[in-house]
């Protein structure tokens, strides 16, 4: 039963990174809103969207950023993965660039108590980082984005592991 569960896993895995190839949107894949020049050096990067801004002695304060929510497409990797959901989200940039293909479940997901990706977003507000985005930084959010779906996709997995380990424990006893 183990076994079964670690080779889904892997399999899911393999789907969340390679379907592109396919001709399969892939989660957290860029996307370009209108007839953009495509120009990072032009500003098509630098996060705008109010995803951050200045608090009380510098902190950095959450925003509400832009985010759209759209049924997943019967072309994109998250219509046929089980346990992301049917619903998926479009994460803007700015005006011009976006992240297309996260999924609630993807976006929702938390560490500490702070939303992973949206936190993320928060610290590179262009006013806040005093410059636009890298193309490798633009990529690290659509790399979240995968590990995220991953972790999610093997929670199922998880779960059976950590139930086979309770079931297997041997009481020790005390001196």
Same mark, same amino acid.
Not at 97 to 115: E, H, L
């Given at each position: 039963?183990?076994?079964?569960?670690?080779?889904?896993?892997?399999? /899911?895995?393999?789907?969340?990174?390679?379907?592109?190839?396919?001709?399969?949107?892939?989660?957290?894949?860029?996307?370009?809103?209108?007839?953009?020049?495509?120009?990072?050096?032009?500003?098509?990067?630098?996060?705008?969207?109010?995803?951050?801004?200045?608090?009380?002695?510098?902190?950095?304060?959450?925003?509400?950023?832009?985010?759209?929510?759209?049924?997943?497409?019967?072309?994109?990797?998250?219509?046929? /993965?089980?346990?992301?959901?049917?619903?998926?989200?479009?994460?803007?940039? =700015? =005006?011009?660039?976006?992240?297309?293909?996260?999924?609630?479940?993807?976006?929702?997901?938390?560490?500490?108590?702070?939303?992973?990706?949206?936190?993320?977003?928060?610290?590179?507000?262009?006013?806040?980082?005093?410059?636009?985005?890298?193309?490798?930084?633009?990529?690290?959010?659509?790399?979240?984005?995968?590990?995220?779906?991953?972790? /999610?996709?093997?929670?199922?997995?998880?779960?059976?592991?950590?139930?086979?380990?309770?079931?297997?424990?041997?009481?020790?006893?005390?001196?």
């Amino acid at each position: 039963m183990r076994q079964t569960h670690q080779r889904r896993a892997l399999l /899911l895995c393999h789907h969340i990174h390679d379907r592109g190839r396919a001709g399969r949107a892939l989660i957290g894949d860029g996307g370009w809103a209108g007839d953009s020049s495509r120009d990072p050096s032009a500003g098509d990067l630098d996060v705008t969207a109010g995803w951050g801004h200045a608090g009380k002695e510098g902190v950095t304060m959450p925003g509400r950023g832009r985010v759209v929510e759209r049924p997943c497409e019967t072309f994109e990797v998250c219509a046929d /993965l089980k346990g992301l959901g049917s619903i998926t989200l479009d994460i803007y940039l =700015n =005006n011009v660039a976006y992240w297309r293909n996260v999924p609630v479940r993807v976006w929702d997901y938390t560490i500490g108590g702070y939303q992973v990706i949206k936190k993320w977003l928060s610290y590179r507000e262009n006013a806040l980082l005093g410059r636009g985005l890298t193309i490798e930084e633009a990529q690290e959010v659509t790399h979240m984005a995968r590990r995220i779906s991953a972790i /999610l996709l093997l929670e199922p997995a998880l779960d059976a592991n950590y139930k086979a380990v309770v079931a297997a424990t041997v009481a020790l006893r005390e001196r």
